[in-house]
């Protein structure tokens, strides 16, 4: 792996990070004086208190979003972009202004509930609803599941207005012999995929295609992984507080290799023997003493914000063994850049309940079969249909 692909993975592992800790966080309840008092005096031990009240509410919202700005967001992309000017000194910016906006005033809403017991303790998958939203000043993509059944339906129009990648009337265009459930979700109207449906399409498809999704983890996995990340950091964090804020530093290869490792032991089908082999050699390539640093807010007991600097990942990586002279400049300018990405997660108690979206239209599994190109028993593609589609997965990963 060279340097660039390692700073890429570095980027992406940061706020992996950074968010596991905001979930593990997520959907605290109550007040405990007793845990805010610690802030201050013991900080590891507030910090800790309020992580064990982590789920005990049956309903929960992680808000998501990076603070930087557009030309920041610009700067970093041209910065690791593939392309690069006259000479090789100048890389062509690879993300518009428009997109930078639309990356830096956007947000990701993440919301669970339990129907049956609290958070941290249901461990049926069928009593715990989800739903996600990509948000601007309005919802821009949604995708919720209620009692199993998927929902999906984004504003595409808004997505061409803000991103500029293209226009509505190309996208008219292309949907013109498009079933019309799929005119339906594109123009911001719900629509709904029945689990048994996509379940009985999936069994009819050879075998192929699992019922659910491979990659999603059990509440019963995600309960098991939430006590490692904690016996983890115990480990390998250190606590100090500043206000009602704990300031933790983690040191990154153990505390990396070890959740790579638990994760293979909890959830073996997610964390792949590949995965963690190549995880692990990336690890040991990092500058030894490497930290991730992040702040949690504590307020009433309880998390309230986790955030974190991604371009941290920068210090990881030692430029002198860099594998080239190129590779060891464009790192040099890259931390001669002093960019800054925020990444915060809000964490609060969702104040609605998660239900099925009224007037959703739900698809039939007539109409899914129109779709074709699905191999097996699907058919072969319907005239119009298009090449690519896909069906939602009845239980998307939250």
Known sequence: ?????????????????IGTLAACGAGTTGSDAKAAAAVGSDAKGAFFSAYDKTGDSKRQRVTTKLEASPDTIIKLASSMGSGSGSGGSTRTPSVSPKIAQLISGSSIVVDMQ????ALKDETDPTKINTSMSWKTDSDLFNLRTAAQDTFVKLDLAKIADQTGAFSMADVQGALGQAPSWIKDAVNGKWVGFDKGTVEQLAKSSGGAAATTNPTQLTPDQTKQLTAAVKSNLDTNGTFTS?????????????FLTQMFQDGKRIAPKQFTDQMVK???KSLAELKAGSVLAFDATIADGRFTAVKGDVMQVLSWFDETKAEDAKSKKELQDL??????????????????????PEGARMVTKAELEQLGGMGGSMGKPSSGSGSGSAVPSAQPAG
Request: glycine share 6%.
């Open 242 to 254: 500043e206000g009602d804020t704990v300031k933790v530093q983690v040191k990154i290869q153990p």
């Open 1 to 17: 792996m060279d340097t660039r692909s390692r700073i890429i993975a570095g980027l992406v592992a940061a706020p992996l990070a």
């Open 278 to 280: 190549d995880a692990t």
């Open 335 to 356: 931390k001669a850049k002093n960019l800054h990405l925020t990444l915060v997660s809000q964490i609060s108690e969702l104040d609605r309940d998660l239900t099925k």
């Open 114 to 117: 339990s129907t049956g017991a």
